[in-house]
């Protein structure tokens, strides 16, 4: 609804490629096989594909799936409004579970709903598809904060 | 501190064996390397040891995973006190990180902070060990469903 | 935006009388001066209008109403949805607060987002409003339990 | 547990004289007859005798009440950590109600868990009272920004 109006202006231009090179350091979205399949100020899309070792006990994408590609969208959508030579740290987030996460793929939207100097507050909304349905089976509210003037940690 | 004083019975008394081979059922755990590492009606504990596939972009763990293994400690947690031929879900958890998870081990305490005959609600608190010195990181608190009557799926 | 999208059958035609009743009850909403301002399945909006007496140190709202509004309106959007004789609770929300809430009138819109027969996943805006215009000034998360066979108790 | 260990030191030695006013400029507190019973650095304690304009449509206490005591309490606990000079404001709280408010006194105990320079992370445990027996019913977590160089405005 109101998401969709929103139009952010990036203060950093570079932030694509900022978030690209944080993102190919994260090993945990490797591990899981995540990847970012839409960026765009205030909002970055990740997704991941089933296979077993993303399972909880019922052979569904485990709720800790949907939390980490959420987060990880949340905290991305955050940091493509940062101004440059600053890095973001999640805060906390909150997610409800709504229907099972039983599909093929997992994709969290993470779309910010305010952008203060300080704290970007986000709503990332996880989605399950199956035979190109989509179905809304996670949603959360996440707060970010932004370090300004501490950039990343580079893998030196 | 109320957490350590409450004292529940299990309803099953064979809880420990359900919840072990649940845990062996979830790939999402043997992917992170988590293990549990306490259990008892009320509570369950479980680890991971860092490694770079569960790091965020700063060689920290990752909080998708300490959402992940501190959603399971709350889960099994809340199972250990459900009744035989049942089953649980995550309704939802909400998490505030608090210090940077940087260290060898992670530890996910999930006790139960009250016990409803179809809510569960769990204290799920995130420990970051060095050096044998332990540092809360993380606290999340959950709220779990039991599904009375509907057992686990069997992996058949 | 599926919010809006949304089409619930009620189970209980008389869900609005019922609804009512239960509103006069609450002796906090009178006591707020809050009045339901809208209501149909899935839906219940509560608005407030602002003097001192609700106001935190700063003369804005106090985010305990917010609170308030948003818990009474998402807790009335799945009573909407229950079955006659049952009776509704709390079981938790999350609130973000996105900007001051600095006005004459303020507006808590709940609307179901997940309708199960024991579970209703409601999120609650909340708006403030000067000169006719709206601006979003908070957002919540609520999980809502229904007790089935077990109506509200009367003021007898 | 670990909270009642914590050691804060107050950056403002005038801290108590400075929330107390801030309190005293809180409509809503006054509204809702609640009073500051305990306050030290990191702590605070708010608590409000029921009375029919505090109830929900059963008579207990409506889960609004236990939010916005709740929350200032978490402010406070805050405010009492934060530099002369500075203002806090509430980002957001989650709140998990335990059991029904059904009792004569509500008190909502707020202690700081993690003392950030920008951000506090507070719980908020809330009790009710019953012939002097305290019963947990409720239990939050709030996350309070400091700001800076903001004091908070006066009502002159």
Redesign the interface.
Same mark, same amino acid.
């Given at each position: @609804? !109101?998401?969709?109006e929103n139009r952010f202006e990036p203060q950093d231009p570079d932030f694509e490629r900022k978030i690209r090179d944080?993102?190919a350091?994260? +090993?945990? @979205?490797? #591990?899981?096989g995540a990847e970012i399949s839409a960026l765009r100020p205030g909002y970055c899309e990740i997704r991941a594909t089933f #296979?077993? *070792?993303?399972?909880?006990?019922? +052979?569904y994408f485990?709720? +800790?799936?949907s +939390?980490?590609?959420a987060?990880?969208a949340c905290g991305y959508a955050a940091f493509s409004l940062a101004p440059r030579d600053s890095?973001v740290?999640?805060? *906390?987030?909150? @997610?409800?579970?709504?229907?099972p996460a039983l599909g093929k793929t997992l994709i969290a939207r993470g779309s910010i709903? !305010?952008s203060g100097k300080?704290?970007k507050?986000c !709503?990332g909304d996880i989605f399950i598809v199956n035979d190109s349905a989509e179905q809304?089976c996670a949603?959360t509210?996440a707060?970010i @904060?932004v370090l300004t003037g501490k950039p *990343?940690?580079s893998?030196s």
């Amino acid at each position: @609804m !109101r998401n969709t109006e929103n139009r952010f202006e990036p203060q950093d231009p570079d932030f694509e490629r900022k978030i690209r090179d944080s993102f190919a350091r994260q +090993g945990l @979205m490797k #591990h899981l096989g995540a990847e970012i399949s839409a960026l765009r100020p205030g909002y970055c899309e990740i997704r991941a594909t089933f #296979h077993a *070792e993303l399972s909880q006990q019922n +052979g569904y994408f485990h709720a +800790g799936v949907s +939390g980490a590609i959420a987060d990880s969208a949340c905290g991305y959508a955050a940091f493509s409004l940062a101004p440059r030579d600053s890095s973001v740290l999640t805060v *906390e987030y909150k @997610m409800n579970l709504l229907a099972p996460a039983l599909g093929k793929t997992l994709i969290a939207r993470g779309s910010i709903i !305010r952008s203060g100097k300080t704290l970007k507050i986000c !709503r990332g909304d996880i989605f399950i598809v199956n035979d190109s349905a989509e179905q809304l089976c996670a949603t959360t509210l996440a707060t970010i @904060m932004v370090l300004t003037g501490k950039p *990343e940690h580079s893998p030196s």
